[in-house]
């Protein structure tokens, strides 16, 4: 997704600091272009948006807030997770006796380099609006993570937050019977947000007014369930949120009577080649979702990023998705057992599509659900939080050019030392690599992949639950952070003053 942490102040601040008072330089007679390449500079702003984390009497949340340290970031910042007000509150926000709202209690970051948590209980955890600057901005990363002992949904569910934007694909969603699916909306600015939901299913676009013009009011968040923007049931759906004006932050949550559940986050946008890193090794179901937005049918190559290789499994080699329709695909026990990443390419003219596949672990009463959208490459460096010793997986893939990256550990919520590992990954495979844990670790920890060499990787983390003998599990993707932003150069021209 395209993440605008950057704001036109911090931009102007920036340029400013960077160039003082100057004018772009432009080529000279000669016809060469002497202008300086553009800088990379560390962003000053970072909005972050966490969805309510459940409904249910028997949740446990856990927050985890992270920022990696940034060469050339500013020595000072701060970063602060306040309470949204919900919409059955009227935006006015639950009061103590003196008329001040009541906040609830909610992580409070720290300095870059050193993860703090926090912890929540029951169904009242409300949705959060996050916001750093200086110093604590770059690469800003906060984990939800919450277990449900029982009931419609039960297990893990993560979610890293994310930054507001205005439009957001979610292949995989649902209408089916046993499964209960959510959109959350949350509006982090002053001024009301007004979005579009659409649904699309196996025969295209499904007829609703109910989703048209939402109200989110400012500093709100609510949520919507899918069932009652349509009454058709569908076992594959796409959900598309358009915004009309301001910007939200949006997620869904995908509950199962049987197969537990999981926040399905928004899927990389429309391309015609697409990675879905990182599918559990001992995955006994995976289905894969797509829907090309387009007016053009998509074919599609699908293959298999194994340890060993690109391999295309069997009775699966291609893909056929009508245009305007969401197309699910049942691939079976695909990783057999090995580390593996999706990666889907055109086999004939190239057509925008979005993708994500999800996944159950387990059998019988003890399966679990979870979903990997299509995600953008790790690039300069991307950071999840909230990682657990014995419980944690981290897959990279290099879906096209061997690569080399490096992997760092922070140190621990309640103690331990950082520790670095760095790693190659060869042209057209997976792995689960070894991560690094910090030495003497106390509490959980942040892990952070930056690339160092070679073609574009692709990662994900997995995080299992605590008891041993349920499949709950978690995934979340790794997409560049956008830590830092290119300002381009200026050279100083006071004849600008002149003019």
Request: proline residues 7%.
């Amino acid at each position: 997704m395209k993440r605008t942490t950057l704001s036109l102040i911090a931009c102007a601040t920036a340029l400013a600091a960077v160039t003082g008072f100057a004018a772009v330089s432009a080529p000279d007679g000669s016809g060469t272009d002497t202008a300086a390449p553009a800088a990379r500079l560390p962003v000053e702003r970072t909005s972050l948006l966490c969805p309510a984390p459940s409904t249910s009497d028997l949740a446990e949340t856990a927050y985890t807030s992270f920022t990696p340290v940034t060469k050339g970031a500013d020595e000072k910042g701060s970063a602060e997770l306040a309470t949204a007000e919900t919409a059955e509150d009227g935006g006015k926000g639950e009061k103590d006796d003196k008329g001040e709202k009541k906040e609830k209690p909610v992580v409070q970051p720290k300095a870059p380099g050193t993860p703090v948590a926090g912890k929540t209980t029951g169904a009242d955890a409300p949705a959060l609006i996050g916001t750093a600057e200086g110093g604590t901005a770059p690469g800003w990363t906060v984990q939800q993570t919450t277990e449900v002992a029982a009931g419609t949904g039960r297990g893990l569910q993560g979610v890293n937050c994310t930054a507001p934007d205005t439009e957001f694909w979610f292949p995989g969603a649902s209408t089916a019977t046993g499964r209960t699916d959510y959109v959350h909306l949350t509006n982090p600015d002053d001024s009301a947000a007004v979005v579009d939901i659409e649904l699309y299913g196996k025969d295209g676009a499904l007829k609703s007014t109910v989703g048209e013009g939402v109200t989110v009011p400012p500093h709100t968040s609510e949520s919507l369930l899918l069932s009652t923007l349509s009454e058709v049931k569908e076992t594959d759906l796409t959900v598309h949120v358009g915004v009309r004006s301001g910007r939200v932050g949006a997620a869904v949550q995908a509950l199962d009577d049987k197969t537990g559940g999981d926040w399905l986050t928004a899927a990389a946008d429309p391309a015609s080649e697409l990675v879905l890193p990182g599918i559990p090794k001992d995955a006994t179901a995976v289905r894969l979702v797509l829907f090309t937005p387009g007016g053009t049918d998509a074919d599609l190559k699908v293959r298999l990023a194994s340890p060993s290789g690109l391999i295309t499994p069997a009775g699966h080699e291609t893909v056929h998705v009508k245009a305007g329709m969401t197309t699910g695909v049942d691939l079976g026990e695909v990783t057999r057992g090995e580390a593996g990443s999706l990666v889907l390419t055109p086999t004939d003219g190239a057509v925008p599509v979005v993708a994500a596949v999800r996944v159950v672990r387990g059998k019988g009463d003890e399966q679990e659900s979870a979903f990997v959208p299509a995600s953008d490459p790790v690039g300069a460096r991307a950071t999840v939080a909230d990682n657990r010793a014995k419980s944690t997986t981290l897959a990279l893939s290099a879906p096209g050019e061997a690569a080399q990256v490096k992997v760092t550990a922070s140190a621990g919520t309640e103690g331990g030392t950082p520790a670095t590992k760095t790693y190659t990954i060869k042209a057209g495979t997976t792995q689960n690599v070894d991560a690094p844990v910090p030495a003497g670790l106390k509490g959980s920890y942040a892990l952070t992949v930056e690339t160092v060499s070679g073609g574009p990787v692709h990662a994900s983390r997995t995080l299992t639950g605590s008891d041993d003998d349920v499949a709950a599990f978690t995934v979340q993707t790794l997409p560049d952070d956008r830590g830092m932003v290119s300002v381009p150069n200026a050279d100083e021209d006071l004849s600008v003053l002149q003019k």
